[in-house]
Every structure is written in structure tokens, then in C-alpha cells.
């Protein structure tokens, strides 16, 4: 267990609907990171955040936004889904901006039907 | 960041030593070697990094080659636990990509009984 929660496990829903991914940090983690893996991509990066603000963007699309909310946990949000959409998605934190190790979470498994 | 260059697969013995290698010609002086495992559909797991020297820790050796230009990750005593694809990762944390990991194909290493 890495202390890394994300809600829900797992996500089924229609094309153009729009769904929240939630993650909570290890305590006294301070950056949070934001990954797809889908099988034709690989594990991609999309977004991270340090202490509430955002500090690297990857390819993440415009349909997809995130946030960190003072009590650290972050939210990534996904709209307009399409069917191409569904994969894994992974929330990792670590203490500091530029860390040596990052801490995954058991992901969310999202279907767009 | 430097690329990597990993074999597709490779299987071991319970019981025996599994010696993952790692190309990374381009590896420049700022540059640490990363590895990371991902246990079927399961968040990535940090495993050990370094920069130049070799490293142990509890579950693996990290042998870095005097030019750097590639490295093994050695399990000593692999168990059926330790089927998961291997990732090598070249970075360097104090760079403009803060913590953003660049996830290639790794490597599928299968322990077999």
C-alpha cells in the first residue's frame, strides 16, 4: 500500500459525459501527479501540481482539466468523453517538486461505453 | 531526458537472480537512472534510483556501468512476485520537467516456477 488512495476503482460511462477522478496524497506529500495508460499509449504523463498550483503539463487534452485543493487532494476532471478516453488512470505524489520517487495510487478504471 | 532502451521480455527462475538491463548511450552528467515496476494493472512502485555509483536497497541492485551509458537492475532472489513489466527511467530531477516521468515499453519479466 503505497498511501496513495484514488476514488472511485472503477468508472463506466457514455460518450460526451463528463466524470471526476479523485486522489488523496500520502500525508506530507505535497506534489501530485496525474498519468493515463491506455494500451496503444503506454503510461502518459498528463499534469502535476505542488501545493495547489499546477507546475508541469504533459499532453493533456483540453477536455481534461485538474485542480489541488488546499487540504491537498487533487481532482482530475474529464468531459466530452469519448471512447478513446478509456484507460488507466493514475494519481502519484511525492513530497517535493523535483522528487527521486514518486508514490502511485491503485488507479481508476475508467470505460467510456 | 535521455531514452532508454529495454528488451521487450525476458523470464527467470524462481529462486535465481533476475538481471534487467538498460541502454542509455545519451545519459547526460545530471542525469539519474530510475527504476520503476508495474505488477499487472497495478500503480507503478518506485524501486531504487542512482547517479552513478551502485546502489542496494531492499529490493534490488542498481549496477550503473563506469561511462553510464547503461545499467542492470538485479533482483537477487526472484519470486513469483516479482512478474511485472520493469521500467528504466533517465532524469534529471533538478530539470525543467520538475517530477514528470517519462514511461517507455519496459520490460516484462516473467518468474517462472
Known amino acids: 500500500d503505497s498511501g496513495v488512495t484514488q476514488t472511485p476503482k472503477h468508472l463506466i460511462t457514455a460518450t460526451g459525459q463528463r466524470v471526476t477522478l479523485r486522489c488523496s496524497p500520502r500525508?506530507?506529500?505535497?506534489?501530485v501527479y496525474w498519468y493515463q495508460q491506455s494500451l496503444d499509449q503506454g503510461l502518459q504523463f498528463l499534469i502535476q501540481?505542488?501545493?495547489?498550483?499546477?507546475?508541469a503539463k504533459g499532453n493533456i487534452l483540453e477536455r481534461f482539466s485538474a485542480q489541488q485543493f488546499p487540504d491537498l487532494h487533487s481532482e482530475l476532471n474529464l468531459s466530452s468523453l469519448e471512447l478513446g478516453d478509456s484507460a488507466l488512470y493514475f494519481c502519484?505524489?511525492?513530497?517535493?517538486?523535483?522528487?527521486?520517487?514518486?508514490?502511485f495510487g491503485p488507479g481508476t478504471r475508467l470505460t467510456v461505453t | 531526458d535521455a531514452k532508454t532502451t529495454q528488451p521487450p521480455s525476458m523470464d527467470c527462475a524462481e529462486g535465481r537472480a533476475a538481471n534487467l538491463p538498460c541502454n542509455h548511450s545519451?545519459?547526460?552528467?545530471?542525469?539519474?537512472v530510475y527504476w520503476y515496476r508495474q505488477i499487472h494493472s497495478q500503480g507503478p512502485q518506485y524501486i531504487i534510483h542512482?547517479?552513478?555509483n551502485n546502489e542496494t536497497n531492499e529490493m534490488a541492485s542498481l549496477i550503473i556501468t563506469e561511462d553510464r551509458k547503461s545499467s542492470t537492475l538485479i533482483l537477487p532472489h526472484a519470486t513469483l512476485r516479482d512478474t511485472a513489466v520493469y521500467y528504466c527511467?533517465?532524469?534529471?530531477?533538478?530539470?525543467?520537467?520538475?517530477?514528470?516521468?517519462?514511461f517507455g515499453r519496459g520490460t516484462q519479466l516473467t518468474v517462472w516456477p
Open positions: 502519484a505524489s511525492s513530497v517535493t517538486v523535483r522528487p527521486y520517487e514518486q508514490y
Open positions: 500525508s506530507g506529500d505535497l506534489s
Open positions: 501540481y505542488y501545493n495547489g498550483e499546477e507546475r
Open positions: 545519451t545519459i547526460s552528467g545530471n542525469e539519474y
Open positions: 542512482g547517479l552513478k
Open positions: 527511467i533517465v532524469r534529471d530531477p533538478r530539470g525543467s520537467t520538475l517530477g514528470r516521468l517519462y
